[in-house]
């Protein structure tokens, strides 16, 4: 399973034109749930007519849970004999890291 992981992630999302374009759309969605969350909280309540335009802070943090899901799954130790060494220093670095840290500001406590 790793080995399949460790492919998608080399071929699919670092040696392709899809990583950059994934790091910036996932920084616009964590400061677009910034951005919802401190509207939010100038209001002091949750609008409810903000769910019907996509404004739904609670959706957004689910959105970015689920998306952080996917790229852990990814996070996989490097194969020492494959072409593309150290991949996993740059997508830690460029993605998992700032969406982790982002995870566990924004997102709610699970008891």
């Not at 910034?34 to 404004?55: F, I, L, Y």
């Not at 220093?89 to 709610?108: C, G, I, K, W």
């Amino acid at each position: 399973r790793d080995i399949g992981r460790l492919m998608f992630r080399n071929h699919c999302l670092l040696d392709s034109r899809v990583f950059r374009p994934l790091c910036l759309a996932a920084y616009a969605l964590v400061h677009e749930v910034h951005r919802v969350g401190e509207k939010e909280a100038a209001k002091g309540e949750v609008d409810v007519q903000a769910e019907s335009c996509g404004e739904d802070r609670f959706g957004l943090v689910e959105l970015l849970e689920s998306f952080h899901g996917m790229i852990v799954g990814c996070d996989v130790a490097d194969d020492n004999l494959s072409s593309s060494k150290h991949t996993k220093e740059s997508y830690e670095q460029h993605l998992v890291s700032p969406m982790t840290a982002a995870v566990n500001r924004m997102a709610d406590w699970d008891l």
